[in-house]
């Protein structure tokens, strides 16, 4: 949400205000010199309490504030609210694969998303396979809906300098010669045990070759499963695989593109910004078909089904030289997906919300 806040002031052509947490407000009005930050109350801090000032407070503000637009960027919006009010809705797999989230929370995603569709004046979406979604699985009309793909910044991913290196080094000890990288939250819809046992296969297969095996490197938080631990627990005896946790932002560079591939093995996605940094880092890029994940990739990554076997002969398939042309031709897709780009869409989602309201 930072980034497509700076574009949105450095492009200048609205009057953007930002609430958030008082915690942060210091940090955004530095980071954002072309905005106006306002403070929300401290109990927003807790979820439940700042729910319900987003429906008895926040309208408030806004009229207080005078603004032509709330602009609500993830599914809730204020209920009673004079004000436009645009959504935006990063998926829609809390209809389609429920199974992949927590049920609590798929529950209220759902719920949220339908109150999107029928109150609000503009909904955005960041692929049209989202767009698709929603229309398919909320009944009734649907208000006009914006596909503003998200953007990538160049100055943290990017092809890797030395400085990346080191940083990569610093944060990995023992960082192995060849790795298969994974960037993302370690959650089911990701589908990183079918990587692991993939991954395990290609060892095994270089081995028996007498060649060097990759090493598998999972950077990303933990998810609500413990799938991954247990994939990764079974397979350490004869696989390299190692779960990093975060990284810091100067190590991403290295860890993507120095790699021999970078998997992301998703079973859908609602846009697949990791796919997008790999892309931008010149990265050999393996992923899966599922949802939006081909809006990103294009022509310039590699496709496999999501069970091990295809996935292992695809990233034996990224290993090869006749892949390496791949890189090039993802550094330069990744740089059609721009923040200043997603401000746009943003922009006309506004004004045409703001055309169809009197405050």
């Known amino acids: 949400m930072l980034a497509l806040a700076s574009a949105v002031a450095d492009r200048g052509r609205v009057e953007l205000v930002l609430v958030a947490r008082p915690e942060v407000v210091a940090d955004l009005r530095e980071a954002l010199p072309g905005a106006e930050v306002v403070a929300a109350p401290a109990l927003t801090a807790r979820t439940p309490l700042r729910l319900a000032w987003e429906q008895l407070g926040l309208p408030l503000l806004a009229r207080r504030l005078r603004v032509d637009v709330v602009h609500s960027p993830h599914y809730t919006l204020p209920i009673a609210c ?6 935006t809705l990063h998926d829609a797999t809390f209809f389609s694969s429920p199974e992949w989230h927590l049920p609590v929370k798929a529950r209220f995603f759902r719920t949220w998303t339908r109150l999107a569709a029928r109150l609000a004046d503009g909904l955005v979406t960041p692929s049209h396979a989202t767009a698709e979604a929603v229309a398919q699985w909320v009944r009734g009309p649907l208000p006009p809906v914006d596909v503003a793909p998200l953007g990538v910044d160049p100055t ?19 960082l192995p010669t060849r790795w298969i990288a994974f960037l993302g939250t370690l959650e089911p819809r990701k589908n990183v045990p079918a990587l692991v046992e993939a991954v395990r296969r290609v060892a095994a297969a270089r081995r028996a070759a007498g060649a060097e095996p990759p090493s598998l490197l999972l950077a990303g938080s933990r998810g609500w499963d413990d799938a991954v631990a247990g994939a990764v627990a079974d397979a350490t005896a004869d696989l390299d695989v190692r779960s990093l946790g975060y990284l810091p932002l100067e190590a991403l560079a290295a860890l993507l593109g120095d790699a021999e591939s970078v998997a992301y093995p998703s079973l859908g996605e609602g846009f697949g910004l990791p796919v997008l940094e790999a892309m931008s880092c010149g990265a050999v890029v393996v992923t899966t078909r599922r949802l939006s994940l081909p809006e990103v990739g294009g022509d310039a990554v590699l496709y496999a089904d999501v069970d091990p076997a295809s996935l292992a002969g695809t990233l034996d398939e990224a290993s090869r030289p006749s892949a390496g042309h ?3 031709a993802a550094r330069s897709r990744a740089a059609s997906f721009s923040w200043d780009r997603c401000a746009g869409v943003h922009e006309e989602a506004w004004a045409r919300a703001k055309g169809g309201r009197t405050p």
């Open 82 to 87: 004079r004000r436009a009010r645009v959504v």
């Open 156 to 174: 943290v991913f990017h092809p890797p300098t030395d400085a990346d290196r080191a940083a990569l080094a610093a944060a990995v000890p023992d």
């Open 326 to 328: 791949l890189r090039a």
